[in-house]
């Protein structure tokens, strides 16, 4: 399937979510209470039983839409304050955000004032989780608990090696699981740019269960200043090819240094290009996608002139 052929499905959806979203918000105003489930533990440790916290519905979108951003360590993301993280989302014209909320089968805590600020400020919230399948079915319930009981909107499967390793049994168990516990909330890939390199991965099963894809648009040690938007298209093309959802992208704002050899003992850290972070969204817009996001805030704010990039571009 060709990046022509893709343009057509964006817009049937551009016409269908409006309504999608109507009969979600319908079935949502006839919730009376969330009622969830809480943690208090610091990030990074495992969620324990508290009292119940009350999370307010969100109307439901189907894939995330506009500029968006995901966290990783909450800590050394805005100095680990959650009211400052939100208004400084929010300065830069952020749609939505990413929480990690599962590493494997370890639930992560320390989130609810997070969602709470980030949606003072009206602000989407998606989960995301590493998966390695050692334990597919015990995974899957953690990603789904946490999502469920912080109210959020979805939930992205970060998909990389260990994914490509499993057995299919595993990736079955996984996906089949996660979709039962999801209780309808949308799922996302978020895994390699280019299935055609990396045939070892289930793609087939996991997309069965997914809403759109998100591809890791991480093109690290590429200087070509154009490189972001033709690795972009491609990327697209190929993902539509295996099946025809969304694909909201998710680019580099982080610093990557390859394993030293014996012939470069000392590589140089590569990190992205302003004019390699321009190019990227200008093609998301070419491309018409409904939506990009970057990997990861703590990494970006540390650089005042990607943080510049991102927060100035006018999609979103």
């Not at 918000?25 to 916290?53: I, K």
């Not at 805005?78 to 300065?91: I, Q, R, S």
């Not at 289930?202 to 070509?224: E, K, R, S």
Request: aromatic share 10%.
């Amino acid at each position: 399937m060709t990046i022509d052929m893709y343009v057509p499905l964006i817009h049937v959806i551009d016409a269908t979510v409006p309504n999608a979203l109507r009969l979600v918000q319908t079935v949502n105003n006839a919730v009376s209470d969330f009622n969830a489930r809480g943690d208090v533990l610091d990030y990074g440790q495992a969620a324990s039983d508290t009292p119940p916290v009350p999370v307010p519905p969100a109307p439901q979108q189907l894939f995330p839409m506009g500029k968006g951003i995901f966290i990783w360590q909450l800590s050394k993301t805005a100095g680990g304050d959650p009211v400052k993280a939100a208004a400084a989302a929010h300065a830069a014209g952020l749609s939505w955000v990413a929480l990690k909320v599962s590493d494997g089968a370890t639930a992560l805590g320390g989130l609810e004032g997070w969602v709470s600020a980030f949606r003072a400020q009206g602000i989407r919230l998606w989960g995301w989780g590493y998966v390695y399948l050692r334990d597919p079915a015990g995974e899957a319930k953690t990603a789904a608990e946490r999502v469920g009981t912080l109210g959020l909107d979805g939930f992205l499967i970060d998909a990389e090696g260990e994914v490509g390793a499993a057995a299919p049994a595993a990736v079955g168990a996984y996906c089949g699981t996660l979709q039962e516990q999801m209780a309808g909330r949308p799922v996302g890939l978020c895994s390699y740019r280019f299935p055609k390199l990396h045939q070892e991965v289930a793609w087939q099963t996991i997309l069965g269960i997914c809403t759109f894809h998100a591809p890791q648009m991480y093109p690290l040690g590429n200087v070509d200043p154009a490189g972001f938007g033709k690795q972009l298209t491609e990327s697209v093309s190929e993902l539509v090819g295996l099946k025809g959802l969304p694909v909201i992208p998710i680019g580099p704002l982080f610093n990557w240094t390859p394993a030293a050899t014996a012939a470069n003992p000392k590589p140089a850290t590569w990190g992205p290009s302003v004019p390699q972070i321009q190019d990227f969204i200008a093609t998301v817009e070419k491309l018409k996608l409904p939506g990009y996001g970057w990997y990861v805030w703590e990494s970006a704010e540390q650089h005042a002139d990607w943080w510049l990039a991102m927060a100035s571009a006018a999609v979103g």
